[in-house]
């Protein structure tokens, strides 16, 4: 009887020590045996949950998923140090669900090693050729943009949910980047496409251990299974478009993304020269001349921020940073959010003041611009960045130009709550078009 209960006790501190936080990691808040700090919060909670932690626990702190750390890292300058001095350390991506289960280690996002660097190096090149960073890319997101305020119209100032439209509208500027070709609002196919995009971009959350173990995805209590049938569908999408692709190639006619791949790959060393030209439409051109519409748009990526938990990073080695381990292989997440929503970069941050953003002279500019991350920093940083700032831009200013944008009751403003996913995902709302 006492050897039995000898080894029970035995077992249960080795489980516990196995599965415990390690020392050196930086603290957080207690941990269970074996299931370490699981079920903490639900996903609709995760924000305010870690703007908690960091008021507890500091600029580090680790949370552990049975016997996984996953350390969060808060403050503009703990990342900045971390992303780009110590670059080479913390620019993989650990091994996670949508690594090893959506993208199996290839593309760009979740890849790591040489293969990311040779993706995004194509990536980066291509991209510019198609006009990223420069001003032609603006007539294909202007002609997105005016199909999406001709669909606004048909509503004649009766509220409507925005989101779907907006949804396609967005992808399609990628679509149009990746397979040359845009959707229009009814179609059916690409309608299911965005519904299962949807689904995957929620279901698939951080805060899941299945997120953490994807061998736990296939257990249907982690909800996980649900996001299948949209990986499937949506490889089958993509592989359809580069079959078309590839039977209408041509070498001198280099469409999009997928064409140029197909080009990479037949003809390495070869430069195509292909940009896009624009149209006469002005917009970008007067930009300069705009500056509260960039502070407006940045204070709206600020309290908007999707990515409030950035992509997780890992560690490449073991690495100590003031006096904290960072095991090798940890999980690490440097915290766009704790950047954001500092008071002491942004006074009073939850507030939307777009004022901050402009200097004494009324230009745009001044010192908490320069601490806005939302594309993260470093060597992973947003390679979209420009397409992602030109489209807020472009979709923003024709908008205005077209509407007056009201609530559907002015008393009840939507919601800066979000749910967060991979990215935090907004509450649905209705809003009010009224022609000018
Ligand atoms: C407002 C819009 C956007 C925001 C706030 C945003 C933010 C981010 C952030 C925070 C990361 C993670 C960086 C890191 O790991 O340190 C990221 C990665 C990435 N983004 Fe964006 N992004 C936006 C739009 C776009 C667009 C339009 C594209 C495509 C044209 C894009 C393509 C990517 C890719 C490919 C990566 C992975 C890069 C890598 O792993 O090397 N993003 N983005």
């Given at each position: 009887m006492w050897v039995t209960v000898a080894i029970v006790v035995v077992l249960l501190c080795l489980i516990w020590a196995l599965t415990g936080r390690p020392k050196g990691l930086p603290a957080g808040p207690t941990c269970f045996p074996i299931i370490g700090n699981i079920g903490l919060f639900r996903p609709s909670e995760a924000t305010q949950a870690h703007r908690k932690f960091r008021k507890i626990y500091g600029d580090f702190y680790s949370l552990m998923i049975f016997n996984r750390p996953v350390i969060f890292i808060s403050g503009f300058d703990n990342i900045r140090q971390l992303l780009v001095k110590h670059g080479d350390m913390f620019s993989e991506r650990p091994r996670v669900y949508p690594s090893?289960?959506?993208?199996?280690?290839?593309?760009?996002?979740?890849?790591?090693?040489?293969?990311?660097?040779?993706?995004?190096?194509?990536?980066?090149?291509?991209?510019?050729?198609?006009?990223?960073?420069?001003?032609?890319?603006?007539?294909?997101?202007?002609?997105?943009?005016?199909?999406?305020?001709?669909?606004?119209?048909?509503?004649?100032?009766?509220?409507?949910?925005?989101?779907?439209?907006?949804?396609?509208?967005?992808?399609?500027?990628?679509?149009?980047?990746?397979?040359?070709?845009?959707?229009?609002?009814?179609?059916?196919?690409?309608?299911?496409?965005?519904?299962?995009?949807?689904?995957?971009?929620?279901?698939?959350?951080?805060?899941?251990?299945?997120?953490?173990?994807p061998s736990l995805s296939r257990f249907s209590i982690f909800n996980f299974t649900k996001a299948k049938p949209t990986i499937k569908a949506l490889a089958e999408f993509v592989v359809e478009?580069?079959?078309?692709?590839?039977?209408?190639?041509?070498?001198?006619?280099?469409?999009?993304?997928?064409?140029?791949?197909?080009?990479?790959?037949?003809?390495?060393?070869?430069?195509?020269?292909?940009?896009?030209?624009?149209?006469?439409?002005?917009?970008m051109e007067i930009k300069d001349r705009l500056p509260m519409v960039d502070a407006f748009l940045l204070e709206v990526q600020r309290l908007g921020n999707i990515l409030p938990l950035n992509l997780p990073h890992t560690t490449k080695e073991d690495f100590w940073y003031q006096g904290y381990l960072f095991p090798k292989n940890a999980i690490m997440f440097f915290m766009i959010d704790s950047v954001l929503s500092d008071p002491a970069i942004f006074p009073e941050p939850l507030k939307f003041n777009p004022e901050r953003f402009i200097d004494a002279d009324g230009q745009f500019g001044g010192e908490q611009k320069d601490k806005m991350i939302p594309f993260s920093t470093g060597r992973r940083m947003c390679p979209g960045e420009p397409l992602a700032k030109m489209e807020l831009y472009l979709f923003l200013t024709r908008l205005l130009q077209r509407f007056d944008v009201e609530p559907e009751d002015p008393k009840r403003l939507p919601s800066l709550e979000g749910t967060l996913g991979i990215t935090n995902m907004p509450e649905t709302f209705n809003v009010r078009l009224i022609k000018r």
């Open positions: 090893e289960v959506i993208a199996k280690r290839k593309g760009l996002a979740w890849a790591s090693g040489a293969w990311w660097k040779e993706q995004r190096t194509f990536a980066l090149t291509t991209l510019r050729k198609f006009g990223f960073g420069k001003r032609c890319l603006q007539s294909q997101v202007i002609e997105e943009v005016d199909c999406l305020m001709d669909e606004f119209e048909k509503y004649e100032g009766k509220p409507f949910n925005i989101h779907y439209q907006l949804k396609i509208s967005v992808s399609n500027v990628i679509c149009s980047l990746l397979f040359g070709k845009r959707f229009e609002y009814e179609d059916a196919k690409f309608h299911r496409l965005m519904k299962l995009l949807n689904t995957l971009l929620t279901v698939v959350n951080f805060s899941s251990p299945a997120f953490i173990f478009r580069a079959e078309e692709h590839r039977e209408t190639f041509d070498e001198n006619n280099i469409r999009d993304y997928i064409d140029a791949y197909l080009l990479e790959q037949k003809q390495r060393t070869t430069e195509v020269n292909t940009t896009f030209t624009g149209g006469d439409k002005p917009t």
